[in-house]
DNA sequence: AATGCCTGTAACTATTATAATTACACCTTT
DNA sequence: AAAGGTGTAATTATAATAGTTACAGGCATT
């Protein structure tokens, strides 16, 4: 698997908790679905909790979404998964020297720009709900079976 | 050093390249004021190159820009640095159960969020040009002295 | 209350993207 | 021709992150 999918499965997993009907799915199961671990699933389950998008109970499989699927943004998924690090969509280089007029200055001109650059990037989030995805993947699915 | 720092490499690169007065700098001595080896910014100068930003004579040290700094937004850089697999913000993840409703039509489903994201993203990088920043450095270091 | 199945999470390993570096052919100016 | 630079391929090192192991603890059924 690549790098930085967290939210990609963040999103699976809550369309999994979303569409299930009554059958509580085990992180087994979700892995299987997501094509990876039961861990990562928990793992990106435990950062949804946090972020009190979704109930689940030690202990017991599967869980429920703490909100109505039209109220949650694919917006409030991103900045459930994502940590600090990746906070800012682009890191700016480390070491500049500070000895240059450029070099000492060079990262307080791009925090602007890229602080505006992530604003409009999860400003667009917000255009999606786990609705709009649970909705075009079961009309798709229906599609496929007719 | 981080990952993913190309991009402001790149602007630190094209402002030294802006404010530079006559004395043309050598790879190793913009390498010095990012931070970083001489031949990492010969790399993205070449990048730079290609996407007709700057121009450089093959032996000879420094460049300049192919265009007026008001003419060169951030966008334009990062499309110019930006490789295939970073175009897209988000790695959608790779093994989704074909077998499983949810996973065959996970990743169909994310294109068009991503990618509005994305774009949003891009756009935001269009209101701001290689000019701006080199105002902003250029001022910032004049106080600096006062 | 005991067993079995599950979650939650810490800790470790494997993988992989990317920055750093080495090496060298080729260009330009003196 | 010599010195000093670029352009770029190829390799190594580093670091982020996915995958995995391990295990303590919760819950339900018996």
Redesign the interface.
């Known amino acids: ?5 967290r ?3 963040a ?2 997993i809550l ?2 908790v979303a ?1 299930n009907d009554a059958h509580p799915a085990t992180s087994e199961m979700m892995a ?5 671990h039961p861990v990562v699933i928990r793992q990106v389950m435990s950062l949804l909790k946090k972020a009190g998008l979704v109930e689940t109970k030690n202990g017991l499989p599967g869980g429920r979404l703490s909100k109505p699927q039209e109220e949650i943004t ?1 917006c409030d998924i991103y900045q459930a998964v994502k940590n600090s690090e990746e906070s800012v ?9 500070p000895k ?7 990262v ?3 925090d ?2 890229i602080l ?6 999860e ?3 917000k ?2 709900t786990l609705k ?2 649970t909705t ?3 009309e ?2 229906s599609q ?1 079976n007719k």
Chains 1, 2 share one sequence.
């Open positions: 698997m690549r790098v930085n999918t939210f990609t499965v999103i699976h369309v999994l569409l299987e679905s997501v094509g990876s694919l969509i682009f890191d700016v280089h480390q070491n500049p020297n240059c007029p450029v070099g000492c200055n060079i307080s001109a791009l602007a720009p505006h650059a992530q604003d409009a990037m400003n667009a989030l255009d999606y709009d995805i075009y993947i079961v798709k699915y496929q």
